[in-house]
């Protein structure tokens, strides 16, 4: 549990902690040293309790999905959210952000892994209001920050 707690904190303040340094270093080799540093400590992690030959126990085919879902989510999804936190507001690049568990479900109902519910429509219609909110709060324009968040939620959705 305390991991969950720790990872809900550092995680909740990536956007407000990135938009500084956004004059300094690019969105993609900001998401580029996010990931090598969590790379690094998940491999210290993993030599140190003796799990290395989990690694070597995948096949082919488990490297080419996890090749895959890594690209989507740093390559895609988090570069998307690093430009959003450029281009907009960090609160509104979050918020918007945070909208990926309705991605989630529409995927999710597409590939017939979930049944449609009166419920879930009804919370789906409620998310999407509430997405509409944020992202017409300035007008009902869409800039690039939005786009790129929007964008980031989605890819995000897909690779969950």
Known sequence: ??????????????????KPLMGAISPMELTYFRFAVG???I???????????DLRALK?????????????NICVSMTFLQKAVANAPASTAAAIF????LFVYLFSLIAGDQRPRI???????????????????GGLSLSK?????LLASTSFGLYT
């Open 39 to 41: 790379f690094m400590t």
């Open 1 to 18: 549990m305390v991991y969950f707690f720790v990872t809900l904190f550092l995680f909740s303040c990536l956007e407000v902690a990135s």
């Open 98 to 101: 945070c909208s990926n568990p």
């Open 60 to 72: 082919a085919r488990e490297w080419w999905r996890l090749a895959f879902l890594g690209i989507l």
């Open 119 to 137: 419920r879930t429509a009804v919370a789906m219609a409620m998310g999407i209001a509430g997405l509409f909110l944020v992202t017409s709060a």
């Open 145 to 149: 920050g939005i786009l790129y968040a």
């Open 43 to 53: 491999f210290v992690v993993m030599v140190l309790r003796g799990r290395l030959c």
